[in-house]
């Protein structure tokens, strides 16, 4: 019942920007993960994107995507004023939010995804409102390879996975990169952590990220790390309060350094 009407949402979306395509694409997709035949641009409530052939590039770009987290996210808009978005891929999250006024920085690793979220940002006239990395991030400052899935482009892992291309990636520590961010430390951050299994180091290397700035919430997919790692990570640096978002995610806000 879930998945029928979680493509009901998609279907939604896609009909009322016309793009039938997409809805093709996305048959296409469940019967053999294929899509498009020739990269495309298509229009969603999110934005304009930049969709590459045969990936899922075109179910990202949709408003209802991960829907329990946008909607988890939307639900609090005025409960912050900056939004990291460590992970992005095609930079939906961050060329959704801002749109609404958010200061957005966003964090991809894969080379082939940062050409894609580069486009997407100069198709929504956006280069100069998100600010974009070109890392991963974890508990150190270090070159990696990383297994590229074709298909399903948000996907890539440390760690080998079948009929994946390797990639090179640069990995940071956010610690690292806490100058050149220059937040305010006055500002209310919300930070959506989906990194496909480095979750736990990821946190680790914002250590100090977390002890400066007061006002911090963060989505972490729990997937791959656990709930529970994921939660001791973040409590063996400050408090934090835990709960759900869906059944992949949960929220940790901050309440108080020890």
Request: net charge neutral; hydrophobic share 40%; with cysteine.
């Amino acid at each position: 019942m879930s998945k029928i009407l979680t493509y009901s949402r998609y279907l939604f979306d896609y009909l009322k920007h016309g793009d039938v395509g997409s809805i093709v694409a996305s048959v296409k997709y469940v019967i053999n993960k294929t899509s498009y035949r020739s990269d495309r641009i298509i229009q969603t409530s999110v934005g304009k994107f930049y969709c590459r052939k045969n990936t899922n590039d075109f179910q990202f770009a949709n408003l209802y995507y991960e829907w329990g987290v946008k909607k988890f996210i939307l639900k609090r808009i005025n409960e912050f004023s900056v939004f990291i978005d460590v992970g992005a891929c095609v930079g939906d999250y961050s060329i959704l939010l801002a749109k609404l006024n958010k200061q957005c920085f966003a964090f991809e690793l894969v080379s082939h995804n940062i050409k894609t979220i580069n486009k997407n940002l100069e198709l929504n006239d956006l280069q100069n409102k998100v600010k974009f990395f070109p890392y991963g991030l974890g508990d150190a400052d270090y070159s990696a390879s990383f297994s590229f899935d074709t298909v399903n482009t948000g996907a890539s892992r440390i760690n080998k996975v079948k009929d994946a291309e390797t990639d090179k990636a640069e990995i940071r520590k956010l610690d690292t990169l806490m100058d050149e961010m220059a937040i305010d430390q006055n500002e209310k951050i919300f930070i959506k952590l989906d990194v496909e299994g480095m979750e736990t180091e990821a946190i680790r290397g914002a250590f100090n990220f977390i002890m400066y700035y007061p006002n911090i919430t963060f989505i972490v997919e729990e997937k791959h790390s656990g709930q529970f790692p994921i939660q001791d990570t973040f409590s063996d640096i400050a408090l934090f309060e835990f709960g759900k978002v869906d059944e992949l995610n949960i929220y940790a806000k901050k309440i108080r350094n020890y």
